[in-house]
């Protein structure tokens, strides 16, 4: 799966000229948390967040009135307050890659560009909806967590039982274990009971954490 199946193509964005207090006003209204910011030729410049929208502020402001204040404020603009250092990713990036390239850098979005063209944005929210279908958060069926053998070969065999069962696995989910010789799967399976399930898969793998209907 790639960004370009999961990004938003709609972007709300704004200019550098904007004033602040009108970019705060569009965020509001279209529910969204940062904009990319374009110039007059539609290039990518920056991207602003909420929060930098927020703790705008003119250094003069403390010794002026509420008034000037607010009329100093109308003044700022997007330009004085966005984040210039854009990390922007492409349609074709994997959305693992995304992932990792937000938590790296401790960012909540990506503006997806195609040559100097803003095409879209994927952002943290896109991604944890894609963690909730990976793990079948919405699926009804038994929900497995075990440690396994890092081995070729077992998960296949680990299917082929849960198959003999008549079961369907909806979701499966594999994560780094404490040693080289071990991991860790979350997997979910429909149509098979319960108790049936724990009989014939507990000698297998090299612990059964938990397992539970869902």
């Given amino acids: 799966m790639f960004v370009g199946d999961r990004m938003t193509r709609r972007v ?6 904007m004033p602040v207090q009108d970019a705060l006003k569009k965020m509001h209204l279209e529910h969204v948390r940062r904009l990319p910011v374009l110039d007059n030729r ?9 929060s930098d ?7 003069e402001a403390t010794t002026l009135s509420m008034w000037e204040i607010g009329y ?4 700022i603009t997007v330009e004085r307050v ?5 990390i922007t990713v492409t349609e074709d990036t994997p959305l693992e890659e995304a ?8 960012v909540g979005a990506l503006p997806v560009v195609k040559g100097d063209d803003l095409v879209g944005i994927i952002t943290e929210t896109d991604l944890f909806k894609i963690f909730l279908e990976l793990l079948g958060a919405r699926y009804s069926g038994v929900r497995v967590t075990a440690v396994t053998h890092n081995v070729p070969g077992y998960l296949a065999r680990l299917a082929g039982i849960i198959s003999e ?8 989910g594999t994560y780094e274990g404490e040693s080289a010789n071990y991991g860790k799967i979350a997997l979910k ?10 009989i014939a898969i507990e000698p297998v793998v090299e612990k059964l954490v938990d397992i539970r209907e869902t």
């Fill in 12 to 17: 709300i964005t704004v200019t550098p000229e």
């Fill in 42 to 50: 539609g290039r990518l410049v920056g991207i602003v967040t909420e």
């Fill in 53 to 59: 929208l927020q703790n705008a502020s003119p250094s």
């Fill in 72 to 75: 100093l404020l109308s003044k």
């Fill in 82 to 86: 966005m984040s210039k250092n854009i």
């Fill in 99 to 106: 992932a990792r390239i937000m938590a790296d850098n401790k």
């Fill in 165 to 172: 069962l008549g079961g369907n696995i909806v979701s499966l």
């Fill in 189 to 198: 399976v429909a149509g098979v009971d319960l108790e049936k399930l724990k």
